[in-house]
């Protein structure tokens, strides 16, 4: 769809900000930058010869990172009737869900310091419980911030 890409340098700053913000959040540079450029770009679904072009990296690279984004709910696949080509976007609500995913994580760092109770450290046994206390209260909490979340998107929406 689209034949030859030249990204300004705000398109190219803000990709590689998202591109270094995946990259110590969750995972990958490139999985950031590909999300930067979906995010951005127009129109919102890319092939992978459009993110090879628009992004400088390899084909190998978009596919392998594209199923794992996919993987995270992400990125979703799209097609169109007439065209053989497969496209990939960000998908719809692809962020709150993406938080909604994090419940999981705190409920794994709530069993992460459930276990280390059962070897704690005489010396300093806040290192473990500190830890545990936090993630107890995000937990605990996490369903109410969701949920005043949606409330506030969806307010967002109407006006």
């Not at 199923?67 to 080509?85: W, Y």
């Not at 719809?92 to 059962?118: F, I, K, S, T, Y």
């Amino acid at each position: 769809m689209l034949k030859s890409m030249n990204l300004s340098k705000a398109q190219s700053d803000f990709v590689e900000k998202v591109g270094r913000w995946w990259e110590i959040s969750v995972g990958s540079r490139t999985a950031g930058r590909i999300i930067g450029w979906l995010m951005i770009s127009d129109p919102t679904h890319q092939s992978s010869g459009d993110l090879v072009e628009a992004l400088s990296i390899s084909a190998g690279s978009v596919s392998t990172q594209v199923r794992q984004l996919e993987g995270l709910g992400i990125v979703e696949r799209t097609t169109f009737p007439g065209d053989r080509a497969t496209y990939y976007q960000l998908r719809p609500n692809a962020w709150v869900e993406r938080m909604w995913g994090e419940q999981a994580r705190l409920e794994a760092m709530v069993d992460l310091a459930r276990a280390g109770d059962e070897v704690m450290p005489a010396d300093r046994p806040d290192r473990v419980t500190e830890f545990g206390r936090i993630a107890e209260f995000l937990l605990a909490e996490w369903p109410r911030l969701m949920q005043r979340l949606t409330e506030h998107l969806e307010k967002e929406r109407v006006t």
